[in-house]
């Protein structure tokens, strides 16, 4: 399914995926995604961020740049939650990786948002979880009512 879904989002936005290069890779590693995740980015990695309306999918160099440099992706992350999209106000949509003990694929995780606005640098984990809005039960559902909006 999340096969057709990129496809399709493809088509819409022009956007083409291509083979993420070796040091491209090695950074990602960075981010100690499961092997799912790393999958996904490895086979879905666009030449740059694009938009599906209000919706801004990122390649792997801006998965790296939110998670490690940007707002509240670098507050956020070092709590499980990997920012791997945003919306044009700025806030970020993150895969919930936070809780320990499960065994993370893309069926399973869900997709919970966080606003740009609010301070987490001064969180600590459990205040941060408390502002993670879920969005979607996990990242194929999301893409269904993203692109069900849009049409």
Known sequence: MLKELMIKIS????MQFV????????KLESLNLPEDFS???LSYNG???????????????NVLVENNELV??????????IVFASNSLGDAYCFDLSKEGIEY??????IVMFDHEEDYEIMNKQQVSEYAEKIADNLVKF???ELKERD
Request: hydrophobic share 30%.
């Open 11 to 14: 088509k819409i936005t022009g």
């Open 19 to 26: 083979q993420a290069s070796k040091e491209e890779i090695e």
């Open 39 to 41: 999958n996904y980015f």
């Open 47 to 61: 030449t740059k961020k694009f938009n599906l309306g209000d919706l801004r999918l990122c390649s792997i160099a």
């Open 72 to 81: 509240p992706g670098r507050d956020v992350s070092k709590y499980g939650y």
């Open 105 to 110: 694929t893309l069926a399973n995780t869900p």
């Open 143 to 145: 893409l269904q009512e």
